[in-house]
């Protein structure tokens, strides 16, 4: 029997389901229907649902947060797909959706007895308990592995997930900028107006950040700025992420929602790089904040605006700012009764939940208690530094905004900041400031123009919202409680970085994104230290979970063909793969192209062997380095045929090196080993022998090569070279000279 979607509301403005397109979807074994543009947890919010997993280790009932990609509370189970984030993962029709780690069943789930002896499981109390005897390590490992809190990966999968294609590609943009939300959008438009072409990268499945679950000012926004994206003819990749900032503006993309490929890992080497990813609404903490019901302010407005969702009935909520406020109005919209508004900003405060499977009311810090279904919370921001920290930021707390900052003055000259990672202000103050960006973007990636003057975005005050001794949830992946992260410092592991090993406190797959702040902020607390003084957690890629196969992929070089490709096609040659060559393999007869070479004389072309031009007087070494034979009285004229060996004398590849000049030599690789004989070469001169005068410069693809070989080959070779005596008594074996091919000059 089809479930009901018994909380779907009436059209909103800005949602994005599909009403004409209704599907059913499976979820725990029974059938629930969707819209297109449904997520599988807004689906399941639709009909009623509130409990989506269970905790990493007490096993409680888990439900929405964050409604977004960061959710820890609705990772699923998709066919055999297991991890899947079903806050984000849009629902498909006949998708098989299951939650993961229960047993017997979600709604009662053996495991979470854990609960019960949970004074038995603090922080690190597998360091402890699992000491001794020294024998049973086998059995204690085996036991823990059991709870392990993951999905299940099928030794057979179905053809479907078998026949999954992920791919990779290269790209050279002018610009990359992360982040499409209105300052990530106004900056790609500044810069591709500018003249460069740019890449943008939003994680989302379409565009504008928070203006997509705002009013109808935010709406008409996000229209312009979306047009103007269109119009300016950047390339845009939704429902990607960027993974990870590399030397030299190397950036790891994986792009999905492709008709035909799962995944695809863009490797773009950017000139500039524009991090604008905004700014992302940390919880409280608080005892019971992990109890179904409680989610933050951007939930609630997500599942009311874009998936006409309605989250509760009877609500309260916490707010500290204008986020907060703003929800108050959507909530009373939806239909749903705020019964209190506890505003942090006069000294409101909310200390307790009550409930366990959903929420059954709250407890305010004057002590009332009120009824109601849901708690939204609205008490501050985390700022997601990760890309500008693996450029080398080192960002540091400012008290006044509650949140960490990013030093833009020392980042690298090909990154830059924009919109709300680096500071406050309005729509049109974000895109003013991202919009010079863009062009500074641009000037920097080669583009014509004067450096441009960068307005200041201000800092609005907030208040400092952190509690420690709560019994709060603090790290929601990991089922870390902030009581956990006081035994820590107690026993010795006050630095962040130590405590964030020993509780697991930031280590799961939200990667620090909602909690980091909370976990500096309570062992400041326990340490009596300030924020600023306490450190950060490292941030280190991939920024978000991927996928083994995304890293796989299909690694293919670019096809690469002889300058005498036309013509091989033009005599009905067959093609030959060789490595990254496309090649002429035979004419239509190969036993008679081999007879004429031995009877007569036969060509081949062999351009793709490798061609290394050696230039300086200190050659004769390094060929002695790199070959098993002498090379020292190598004279010119000569050519001499080694093999090279790598460091435990396996042959690594072969081939003749020419000497052309005093000090010009010519070596020739295997078609395959030209790009890591190249490198092999340079890692000894870079790294081992510095002071060498070598130049080497690859020349494989600067020089066509013709093989020319058979009883009249000479004589063939006589009609088309000019300037060289080919007679057997000038021009010996292993010799050779310089000259002009068919009128062209060597």
């Known amino acids: 029997m089809t479930r009901q979607q018994v909380r779907r509301l009436d059209s909103q403005p800005g949602e994005v389901i599909d009403r004409k397109c209704a599907f059913e979807f499976s979820w725990n074994g029974s059938s629930y229907p969707a819209y297109a543009g449904d997520t599988i947890a807004s689906a399941l919010s639709a009909c009623g649902e509130r409990v989506f997993s269970r905790s990493f280790k007490y096993h409680r009932p888990r439900g929405l947060l964050t409604a977004s990609h960061t959710d820890p509370g609705c990772i699923v189970q998709v066919g055999d797909e297991p991890n899947v984030r079903g806050a984000h993962r849009l629902a498909e029709p006949g998708m098989d959706v299951r939650p993961q780690d229960t047993w017997p069943s979600l709604a009662f789930d053996v495991k979470a007895a854990n609960e019960l002896v949970s004074r038995f499981l603090s922080a690190g109390f597998y360091y402890k308990t699992f000491v001794r005897p020294q024998r049973l390590w086998p059995t204690y490992e085996r ?206 405060d909310v200390v307790r939940v009550f409930g366990r499977g959903c929420v059954r009311g709250v407890e305010l810090a004057d002590g009332r208690r009120i009824a109601c279904d849901l708690l939204v919370t609205a008490v501050g921001w985390t700022a997601p530094l990760t890309l500008l920290t693996m450029a080398g930021d080192v960002p540091a707390y400012d008290s006044r905004s509650s949140r960490y900052l990013p030093d833009v003055s020392a980042l690298p000259t090909d990154v ?223 050519v001499r045929y080694g093999v090279m060996c790598a460091e435990d004398g396996v042959v690594m590849d072969d081939g003749v090196t020419g000497r052309l000049g005093a000090e010009q030599y010519l070596m020739s690789t295997t078609s395959s080993g030209a790009a890591s004989v190249w490198e092999w070469v340079e890692s000894w001169l870079q790294t081992e022998h510095p002071q060498w005068r070598v130049h080497v410069t690859p020349v494989t693809t600067s020089y066509a090569g013709i093989n020319v070989a058979g009883p009249h080959s000479r004589e063939l070779l006589g009609r088309v070279v000019a300037e060289v005596d080919l007679a057997p008594e000038a021009f010996p074996y292993m010799h050779v000279r310089a000259g002009s091919v068919a009128g062209v000059a060597g």
């Open 143 to 348: 036991v823990l592995r059991r709870f392990s809190h993951g999905g299940v990966i099928s030794a057979d999968p179905p053809a479907q997930e078998r026949l999954r294609s992920y791919d990779t590609r290269h790209a050279h943009p002018d610009v990359l900028v992360a982040g499409g939300g209105p300052a990530g959008m106004a900056a790609a438009t500044a810069a591709a107006c500018a003249g460069a072409a740019v890449m943008l990268v939003e994680e989302e499945h379409a565009l504008g950040g928070h203006l997509r679950w705002g009013d109808k000012a935010d709406l008409a926004t996000l229209r312009e700025l979306r047009d103007l994206v269109e119009a300016s003819g950047v390339e845009v990749l939704t429902n990607s992420v960027v993974l990870g900032r590399y030397d030299h503006n190397l950036a790891a993309v994986v792009q999905r929602g492709m008709p035909r490929v799962h995944e695809r890992l863009v490797k773009a080497r950017a000139k500039t790089l524009v991090v604008a990813p905004g700014l992302i609404e940390r919880p409280y903490v608080f005892a019971g904040n992990d109890v179904p019901g409680v989610m933050l302010s951007s939930a609630a407005r997500r599942l009311i605006n874009l998936h006409a969702v309605k989250p509760g009935d009877r609500a309260v909520v916490l707010t500290a700012n204008a986020q907060g406020d703003a929800t108050i109005a959507d909530l009373e919209r939806a239909g749903i009764e705020v019964a209190h508004v506890a505003d942090a900003r006069r000294g409101g």
């Open 416 to 638: 830059l900041a924009a919109g709300g990672v680096v500071g406050d202000g309005s729509v049109d103050e974000l895109v003013a400031h991202a919009d010079a960006i863009g062009r500074e973007a641009a000037r920097r990636a080669g583009r014509a123009g004067e450096p441009v003057d960068v307005p200041d975005l201000r800092l609005d005050p907030h208040p400092e919202l952190f509690r420690a001794r709560t019994h709060g949830i603090v790290d929601f992946s990991e089922d870390v409680s902030s009581k956990e992260l006081l035994t820590a410092v107690e026993e010795g592991y006050s630095s962040a970085e130590l405590a964030k090993r020993y509780t697991t406190a930031t280590m799961g797959p939200t990667q620090g994104k909602l909690e980091s702040v909370n976990v500096v902020a309570i062992i400041a607390e326990a340490t009596g230290r300030p924020i600023s003084q306490t450190g950060t957690t490292t941030w280190r890629p991939p920024y978000a979970p991927v996928t083994l196969g995304a890293l796989a992929g299909r690694h293919r070089d670019p096809v690469r063909y002889s300058p005498m490709q036309p013509w091989h096609e033009g005599h009905g040659a067959a093609r030959l793969v060789a490595g990254a060559w496309i090649r002429p393999d035979h004419y239509g007869d190969p036993a008679g192209e081999a007879l004429a070479v031995r009877e007569r004389v036969g060509i081949i072309d062999v351009s793709p062997i490798g061609k290394l031009d050696l230039r300086g007087p200190d050659v004769p070494n390094l060929l002695n380095l790199l070959y098993v034979n002498r090379w020292s009285k190598l004279a010119v004229g000569r």
